[in-house]
């Protein structure tokens, strides 16, 4: 008999639910099998109780550990009562399973309460990434963790460390998600406001004496104490941050402690020294730190918001040494961040992140098509949005993977988004937005396969005198390059002679600073539908977004499991009768 490879996939997916460890090995590659379960639960992570969206019990969730090569599968069960779900597996490309990248109304319809899903994809490289809720704003309400993908047996990093520790940073906010959106999706638009507080690795600490209730905000709680990273002098420490923030721009700075930036978003860098890192939303590093320092003493490390002028106090956490570790902090006053309005450090750092020696990928040399996107605030009927090239994006009821490979017509805006604003040369970046309607759409961009793609982001004044904000990009289903980051308007003419073409970093989320640009080079070679979007939550769900179709129709048959919604409803229940 010859097994069709959807039977031998059946037939793995079978043998990893019979394995008790939940790990099968094949030939040389692992299925890893993870059932979680989705509920919300009152959780204090900073001390107040909120109700918080757990797996299996936790916020942060369960860490995903792989080899390069392997398959990871995670049984989703919705048990939200009365809120969808989806969940994005940021980083791992998706390379044949398009379908799995979790990005609701993109690739997938939601996860309806009550209902189980499988993400099957497979971790085609090392490094670190993360993963977290894409359904609405919910990723801000505690969805989020960690996957960590070693190298394949006998390959070496270009580094050498003694241990291994991930640590996500996150703002949190004690207002529900769906409070958040109602305000700032109402014509007496309610700003989220600044958070309440920041957590390192899910603990953070709320100043309690502001609140009359203690059984609310207990100081005393478990669940807030601080994270403690306890070293053996002389070894050295990786530390895989990521940040998942839900607005704030990051600085993370340990006490007395350098650190060596060895990786970004899964590619190794040119080693750098620094004395603080600044990480965006959608980011991971690998640090590398010495234990080096007096292991009497112990050792703040926090984390601060730059780039808005916020009240939120930095999170503390606590490094001590072996062997003596006293759990309690420093006598000494934690460190200040950096200013939160220095940008031109920011810059610098964006900048000194580029491709380690070993390990280039050069990018080719030319681009078939080059996209300026202008980033901008304004008004729709009355409504705060923000919009690229005049496109404040609204998603279709339909994910557009469905509706474009099962040629599902009337269900988005056929007119592709620009590849630039009409009248971008006149464009004034420094000047206040006008306050005049942009257009609501759910137009996406087409790219011939296999072509090569720059993005231009530009940015600009938003509709508040002398403001520009750091927007995050994160592209699904690729890495890009990071061809340059520029202060002021682009210049199609002079500043593309001035890309990196020699040692770029690929990353798959990149900073856009206030009132600059940052380009990006992709091959359009990963059939599917890929969203691409600031990675703030909140302007994302005011439409900073858009999505990238190439090869559709190169994609395999879709499961019927990711269907239910929209102009597709009826397929998924025909389906399961059948
Ligand atoms: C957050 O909750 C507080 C207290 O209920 C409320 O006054 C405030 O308006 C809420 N903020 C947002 C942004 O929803
Ligand atoms: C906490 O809040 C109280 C009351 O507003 C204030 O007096 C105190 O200084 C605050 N503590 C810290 C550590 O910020
Ligand atoms: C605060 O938390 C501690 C430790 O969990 C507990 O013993 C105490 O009863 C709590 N206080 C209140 C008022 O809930
Ligand atoms: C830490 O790094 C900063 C920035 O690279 C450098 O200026 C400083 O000298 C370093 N400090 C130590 C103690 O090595
Ligand atoms: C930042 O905010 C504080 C109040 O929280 C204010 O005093 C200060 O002027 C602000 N700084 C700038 C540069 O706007
Ligand atoms: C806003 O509109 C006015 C009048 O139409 C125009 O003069 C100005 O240049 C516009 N500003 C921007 C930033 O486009
Ligand atoms: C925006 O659109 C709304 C409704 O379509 C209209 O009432 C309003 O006048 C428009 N505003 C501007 C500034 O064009
Ligand atoms: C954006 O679109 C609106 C509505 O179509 C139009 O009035 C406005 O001039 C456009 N703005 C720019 C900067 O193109
Ligand atoms: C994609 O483009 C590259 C470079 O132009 C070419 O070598 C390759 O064969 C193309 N692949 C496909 C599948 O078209
Ligand atoms: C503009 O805003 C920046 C902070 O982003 C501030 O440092 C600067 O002083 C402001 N300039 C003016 C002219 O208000
Ligand atoms: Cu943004």
Not at 59 to 73: E, F, K, N, R, Y
Not at 80 to 96: C, S
Not at 321 to 326: E, F, I, L, T
Request: proline content about 7%; charged content about 15%.
């Amino acid at each position: 008999m010859r097994l069709s490879s959807g039977m031998i996939a059946r037939l793995m997916v079978f043998l990893a639910v019979a394995a008790a460890s939940g790990v099968v090995t094949t030939d040389a590659a692992k299925i890893h099998m993870h059932r979680w379960d989705v509920r919300y639960e009152f959780k204090s992570p900073d001390c107040y109780k909120k109700l918080t969206i757990t797996i299996n019990g936790k916020s942060p969730g369960p860490t995903i550990l792989a080899q390069q090569g392997d398959t990871v599968i995670v049984e989703v069960t919705n048990s939200l009562d009365t809120e969808n779900l989806a969940i994005h597996w940021h980083g791992i490309r998706q390379i044949g399973s398009p379908w799995s990248d979790g990005a609701e109304g993109v690739t997938q319809c939601p996860i309806v309460p009550g209902d189980t899903f499988n993400y099957r994809f497979v971790v085609d490289r090392p490094g670190t990434y993360m993963y977290h809720a894409h359904y609405g704003m919910q990723r801000e309400a505690g969805l989020y963790g960690s996957i960590q993908v070693s190298l394949p047996d006998g390959e070496v990093e270009p580094f050498v460390y003694d241990y291994d520790r991930s640590i996500i940073l996150t703002d949190w906010y004690h207002n529900s998600t769906y409070e958040q959106a109602a305000g700032l999706s109402s014509v007496n638009f309610v700003w989220v406001g600044e958070p309440h507080s920041l957590l390192i690795q899910g603990r953070g600490r709320f100043n309690c004496s502001m609140v009359t209730d203690q059984s609310v905000c207990n100081v005393t709680n478990p669940e807030c104490s601080p994270y403690f990273l306890t070293a053996v002098p002389g070894k050295v420490y990786r530390l895989r941050i990521g940040s998942l923030t839900a607005l704030s721009a990051l600085s993370f700075q340990i006490e007395g402690h350098n650190m060596t930036v060895v990786e970004a978003d899964g590619h190794y860098v040119e080693p750098f020294e620094v004395s603080n890192l600044f990480i965006y939303s959608g980011e991971t590093y690998s640090v590398l730190v010495k234990a080096d320092q007096d292991p009497l003493k112990n050792y703040w490390m926090t984390t601060s918001i730059v780039s808005r002028n916020s009240t939120t106090p930095p999170a503390l956490a606590i490094l001590n040494y072996y062997p003596n570790h006293p759990r309690k902090p420093p006598p000494t006053p934690p460190p200040v961040g950096p200013a939160w309005n220095d940008v031109a450090a920011r810059l610098e750092q964006s900048r000194s992140v580029k491709a380690h020696h070993g390990y280039i990928h050069t990018p080719p040399p030319n681009s078939d098509r080059a996209i300026v996107m202008l980033n901008t605030q304004n008004k729709i009927n009355g409504r705060v949005r923000w919009s690229v090239n005049n496109v404040s994006h609204d998603f279709p009821t339909t994910p557009y993977l469905i509706s474009m490979r099962k040629n599902i017509k009337g269900v988005f805006d056929q007119k592709p988004s620009p590849d630039i604003l009409p009248g971008y040369n006149n464009y004034n970046i420094y000047s206040v937005a006008n306050n005049t309607n942009a257009t609501a759409a759910s137009s996406i961009y087409r790219l011939k396969f296999n072509s090569t793609v720059d993005v231009i982001l530009q940015n600009a004044n938003t509709m508040t005198k002398n403001n520009s904000e750091t927007h995050p990009w994160h592209l699904h289903g690729h890495d890009f390059w990071v061809l340059g980051y520029g202060t002021g308007k682009f210049d199609p003419d002079e500043d593309p002679q001035k890309y990196n073409l020699v040692n770029p970093i690929m990353k798959n989320t990149a900073p856009l600073h206030p009132f600059g640009w940052t380009a990006l080079r992709f091959v359009a070679n990963n059939p599917g539908v890929w969203a691409f979007h600031c990675h703030i939550e909140s302007h994302f769900y005011m439409g900073m977004g858009t999505a990238f179709e190439e090869g559709i129709e190169k994609v395999r048959k879709l499961p019927s499991k990711i269907m239910g919604c929209g102009r597709t409803r009826g397929r998924k229940l025909k389906t399961i009768v059948k």
